[in-house]
């Protein structure tokens, strides 16, 4: 399949098949386990080598070479073999970052997705590209966040099924793998694009959940929400620190100066975490805050409470061929404003960085600069300003006063 046709299939820009961006073709790869430094060092080379330099981790904790041409392309594939790097070669379970590490997880999550990754390998091209299961094993970083066809998150004896992010039921461990397998095959049945919001809607829940023997669901535990930014002790004694990258990208120069800093303080391997983070994981905690003194003066956010943290931009102009405006100065200017709640500043109205909804979207569009209060870019506006010169101080006074309307 092209690019091309990737594209308009909606399908997600994975390592043999990118997807044309503005910046040229975009490489997307799910390792299957966490990355050494010296993997880590590599692909900040290859990104340097064969792309344009930009590495990006996702919302859903992926990550991604950007500015990659037809033929260096190709290349990218072999580079990332020769690095030792898995990639899944069934369907693509997602689990948290600190599966396996995590003392707050009531089950590990890791037998679970390998059973139901490698069962539903035949079921891949029947599916829908974006067709996804996440496995939440209730730890420390909950993957509650993520829109998923079917999520399974732990609870005592077993894990509570959700479907197109309803809940459906509850499935004992021992039957968790078979009764996933048969809601994935199920699927499968209905075509390359059914999800699984096309079923619920079709069958009803209730239906799909006798069909495969769920059980009633039991009352859910409470669960503190932990963001991936921030020191995380691990099962092992040693721990965690979770860094993020602002607007979800980092260059490759930044990145393998990390490698080198987290080197020195003895860092066993780096994750990539949902919620466009990393995490540098396997060290002792008297060296963290050096390490995350070092990770900020490198540019990457080292506070939850960063208000970067809650903005999503697209690479937007330069970048973008598609851009109508420069999106990272905006969101960095209007980031302190926003208080709680998400802003997205998007070039255009494709929405590439964040297509859900956003409490406060900025987007660049022919006639101006769209301000979009809790929509897509592709919502209606509630006001346009002018594009050429966009008016800073107006912009920031329409920001808060949406806000404190919204309010
Ligand atoms: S949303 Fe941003 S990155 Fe996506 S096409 Fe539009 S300008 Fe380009």
Do not use: Y
């Not at 299957?32 to 430094?37: D, E, F, G, M, Q």
């Not at 208000?307 to 109508?324: D, E, K, N």
Request: glycine fraction near 12%.
């Amino acid at each position: 399949m092209s690019g091309i046709e990737a594209m308009r299939r909606g399908a997600c820009p994975s390592l043999p098949e990118p997807m044309p961006t503005g910046d040229g073709l975009l490489a997307r790869l799910q390792p299957v386990a966490p990355l050494t430094l010296e993997q880590m060092d590599g692909l900040a080379r290859l990104a340097s080598a064969l792309g344009n330099g930009i590495v990006e981790v996702t919302a859903r904790g992926k990550l991604q070479l950007r500015g990659l041409s037809p033929e260096t392309a190709g290349r990218l594939e072999a580079g990332v073999a020769a690095l030792g790097i898995d990639l899944p070669t069934g369907f693509p379970v997602e689990i948290s970052a600190l599966a396996g590490l995590d003392p707050g997880e009531l089950a590990d999550p890791r037998p679970l997705a390998e059973a139901v990754g490698q069962g539903a390998a035949g079921l891949v091209p029947r599916l829908a590209p974006k067709a996804s299961v996440v496995v939440d094993a209730g730890g420390v970083l909950s993957l509650a966040a993520l829109k998923a066809d079917i999520a399974a998150t732990a609870q005592a004896d077993g894990w509570r099924i959700a479907l197109a992010g309803r809940e459906a039921g509850f499935s004992p461990s021992a039957r968790a793998a078979s009764v996933i397998l048969t809601l994935l095959q199920n699927l499968a049945e209905e075509g390359p694009a059914a999800r699984m919001g096309d079923l619920v809607g079709r069958d009803g829940i209730a239906a799909l959940a006798a069909r495969v023997g769920l059980l009633p669901m039991p009352p859910a535990p409470v669960r503190r929400h932990v963001d991936p930014v921030g020191l995380h002790p691990l099962t092992d004694g040693t721990v965690a620190l979770g860094i993020g990258l602002a607007f979800g990208q980092v260059t490759a120069d930044r990145l393998a100066a990390l490698v080198t800093a987290a080197r020195g303080a003895g860092v066993r391997m780096v994750e990539p975490a949902a919620g466009r983070a990393l995490l540098l994981v396997g060290f002792a905690a008297e060296r963290a805050e050096s390490l995350k003194t070092e990770a900020a003066r490198l540019g990457f956010l080292t506070n939850p409470a960063d208000p970067l943290r809650r903005v999503a931009a697209c690479a937007g102009q330069p970048a973008c061929a598609s851009a109508r405006i420069e999106t990272h100065a905006l969101a960095r200017d209007l980031a302190p404003l926003l208080g709680a709640g998400e802003l997205h500043v998007s070039g255009c109205i494709k929405g590439c960085a964040h297509p859900a909804p956003a409490r406060l979207t900025i987007v660049g569009l022919d006639e101006g600069v769209g301000l979009v209060v809790e929509g897509t870019p592709r919502t209606v506006p509630a006001r346009i300003l002018p594009r050429h010169p966009l008016p800073m101080a107006g912009l920031r006074e329409a920001v808060a006063a949406l806000i404190e309307k919204g309010d």
